[in-house]
């Protein structure tokens, strides 16, 4: 047994959630959030070689995965794999990208279901920067 971080109030080693206050792992001295992350020691350029981040902070703010290799919900790097990804190489539901397999992307080059692209786009719904200026009512 052990105190609640939170109110003190006692309660088990192994509680989800105090039942005095609700705090939850209220039996850990800290708690930074819900859900998973890892970063691997190694790093290059300072940042982690590999960042996985499915978490959210204690106040609902998701933490987003910056690293060389970055996979989350949200992801910054090199190469991401995520649903919102910016990156030079990403694999992405939307994405802002150099090269881009994706949903939605805004890149130099890609295959996506819609996006714009500088250099080449493929996909179904596609139009260059070029043209997109081109159609502006200057």
């Known amino acids: 047994m052990k105190p609640c971080r939170e109110c003190q109030h006692t309660i088990s080693d192994q509680a989800l959630m105090c039942p005095q206050c609700g705090a939850p792992y ?4 800290k ?15 300072g940042l982690p070689l590999l960042h996985i981040s ?5 106040n609902k ?4 995965a910056k690293g060389i290799f970055a996979i989350g919900q949200f992801a910054c790097g090199v190469f991401t794999l995520s649903q919102f990804g910016i990156g030079i ?3 992405s539901q939307f994405t802002l990208a150099v090269f881009a397999l994706a ?5 130099y080059s890609f295959i996506a279901q819609m996006g ?6 493929r996909g179904q719904l596609v139009k260059s920067l070029s043209e997109m200026i081109a159609m502006l009512p200057f």
Do not use: C
Request: positive net charge; hydrophobic residues 45%.
């Open 31 to 45: 708690w930074d959030g819900w859900g998973f992350e890892y970063k691997s020691r190694a790093t290059l350029l």
């Open 89 to 91: 190489f990403s694999i």
């Open 54 to 58: 499915f978490k959210f902070r204690p």
């Open 116 to 121: 714009i692209y500088i250099n080449q786009g």
């Open 26 to 29: 209220p039996s850990h001295d």
């Open 103 to 107: 949903q939605f992307a805004i890149a």
């Open 61 to 64: 703010m998701p933490v987003p």
